[in-house]
Every structure is written in structure tokens, then in C-alpha cells.
């Protein structure tokens, strides 16, 4: 009898089993490799330093003259006569004018010789400016003036009796007036020192300005420094005087004292940049500002010095090896926040993880973002 021999499928199904476990941990641990390469990626840092600007001020001398090559000087000599008011005043007594209406109720002509009396019933009195007829039955508007100089004269409206007929006339012939007799004072002015002091001032800036327009207009592309040099002011009053105004005659000698405007920065720039003091700070040129300055000056050899000073600002180098993303590498928001604020010129500081429950900054240069902001 042939021995049967039982064929199971117990063997297949063993290697089987572990082709899918094998297959099956290797897809697990492909998900677990993404899924850690994903995090790894996803993790980014922006670190945002507020870095201020610190003013920076500089002086630096220039030398001007033949031997120069960036300036020369020059003069020239403006005259002006100007006239000016005084401020203050007085008033003093003057001669009272206005209008009458003559009024002629008689049958005949009246002839009034010029400065015939008018009498007022205060007995403020008046006269005639012109001769005039006044004719029967009517009237006749005419000037008058008053015969004293002073406030007094200063009536309102009023009648006038004329003293020079006799008495039957006078109640026939007189004159009104219906507005009031103006000008018995007159206000003039009192040139005082102040007066005289305000107006050299005021004409020694005009002369200065007239040699600089007139220097300006000579060398039009360089720029200038102005000073006047010598002057000579009159005046045609004194002080006390009384006048409605007076005259100063003025003349002075304007020296002008010209240099590149170019070099002036550049010495200033070249100066400023000797101050940054470490390659962790930078020079902002920007807004850079100068002023020029004359210290003295040399007619005879025509020479002459400024002073140039400039005002610029330095802060922060965002190329500073202090700025390096590796320094920040593994270190979390408070580390970086503490060591970003004893930098100088750092005024504050800002970090953004991503993603948000991330603690420390990544290791990876390019997931780390720094970003230099500079502010006045």
C-alpha cells in the first residue's frame, strides 16, 4: 500500500504573512518618513529687528584759495538808498478845514471876500478859503478853515454868524455846516535810535543780499558763502527828528567765497564714515545734511577757510556678522529676543514660528527669514 502524502497550505501562508508585514512596515515607516519631512519643512522662523538711527555730527575745515582747486574768492560793491517810516509818533496842532452852505435870504447879491470871518456860537472862528458871491434868495457851498491851529476847531455841525456885515445883513446872510470840522490835529512821525538801528539792520541785510545776487549771477555754478566785509550807512535825519520818513544811503563791500558743493559732501561723508566705529554699524547717507560756515579770510592773497559741518545717522548693518542666521539656530523666542536687544542701535524686536506651537528657530538657513528695519 502506497503511503498518501497531506499537502498543507500552512508553509505558502507563512512567507506570505511576512511579505506583508515587511510591505506594510515599510509603507508605515515611508509615512512616518514624509510625514517628519513635511514637519521639517513646514518649520520656518521670521525674525524682525526695529534697528534706530543714531544722528552722527561731523565738522571738517576747507581751504579756499589760488592754490585751491576747489574755490576761489571774490568781491564786489553794492550801493542802496532806501526810505523807511518811523514807528512811533506824536500828534501836533494843525489848521481845522471843512464845508459851509452860505445862505443869502436878502434881494441881493452878497460878495465874500476869501478868509471873511465865520463865527461859531462857541466862538471858534473861521474863514473863507475862496472868494464867492452869493447870489440873492440862495446858497452857495464853499471852503473854510479855521483861524487857529488846534483840537478846538474840531466842531460838529453848527451855525455861523458872518462878523464882518453889520447886523441887519447878519440875520439875513450866515452859514451851516452839516459835518464836522476836521483835522485840528495831525499825527507825525518821531525818528528815534530804534528806528535808526532797525533800519541799518534791515539795509545791511539788503546790501548783503544784492552782492550775493549779483556774485550768484557771476558764478552760477558753484555755491557760496557771503559775508559783508566793510559798510558805510547815513541817515538823511537823527534821532528826535519829526518826519514822516527818512533815508538811508548804504554801500558795502560783499565778499563771496565759492567751493564745490560736491567736495563739501564728500568731506563730510568721508569724515562721518571714519566714525562708525565696527563693522556692525552702517552709515545712512540718506538725508545727509551740511552747513557751510566762513572762519576767516585772507583780501590780499585772496584765501579764505570754511567750516563744513554735517549731520548724517549710523545704525545697524544688516550684512553685521552679528546678524547671521547661524547665531540663531535652535534658540527660542526669548533667547533671540534677548540677544537681538543688547545689540546697539536695536530698538525692538519681533519673531513669527511657523508653525505656531514651534519652540526654538529651525536649523536650516533657508527656513530662517531676517528682516532689518531702520527707523529715525
Known sequence: ???????????????VRLYKFIALSFLIL???????????SAKRATITVVAGQEPLEVSVAMAIGSESKIGFVETITVELKKTYKPESTKEIGAVAMGAVTLRNDSDADQALVATTRLLSPEGILFRLKNRVVVPAKSTIVTEVYADKEGRESEIGPAKFTIPGLNAAKQAVIYATSEKPMIGGVRAV???????????EKELAADLKKAGA?????????????????KQEISADKEAGSDAEEFILLGKADVLGVFYSQTEAEKLVSDELAKRVVSEAEILIKNGLRTA???VDYDLENKTANLKISGVGAVSLNPESQQ??????????????????LSLDHV??????????????VPQVADHVN????NVE
Open 1 to 15: 500500500m502506497t503511503p498518501r502524502t497531506k499537502h498543507t497550505s500552512l508553509a505558502v501562508e507563512q512567507p
Open 30 to 40: 515611508t509615512i512616518i518618513l514624509l510625514g517628519v519631512i513635511i514637519f521639517m
Open 189 to 199: 512821525g518821531i525818528v528815534t535810535e530804534e528806528d535808526l538801528k532797525l533800519a
Open 213 to 229: 545776487e549779483k556774485l550768484s549771477a557771476l558764478h552760477s555754478e558753484s555755491a557760496v558763502v557771503y559775508e559783508i566785509i
Open 292 to 294: 557751510v560756515a566762513l
Open 323 to 340: 546678524l547671521q542666521k547661524l547665531i540663531f539656530f535652535g534658540k527660542t523666542k526669548d533667547e533671540v529676543r534677548r540677544y537681538l
Open 347 to 360: 530698538r525692538s524686536v519681533e519673531l513669527k514660528f511657523t508653525p505656531a506651537w514651534i519652540r526654538a
Open 370 to 373: 531676517v528682516v532689518i528695519k
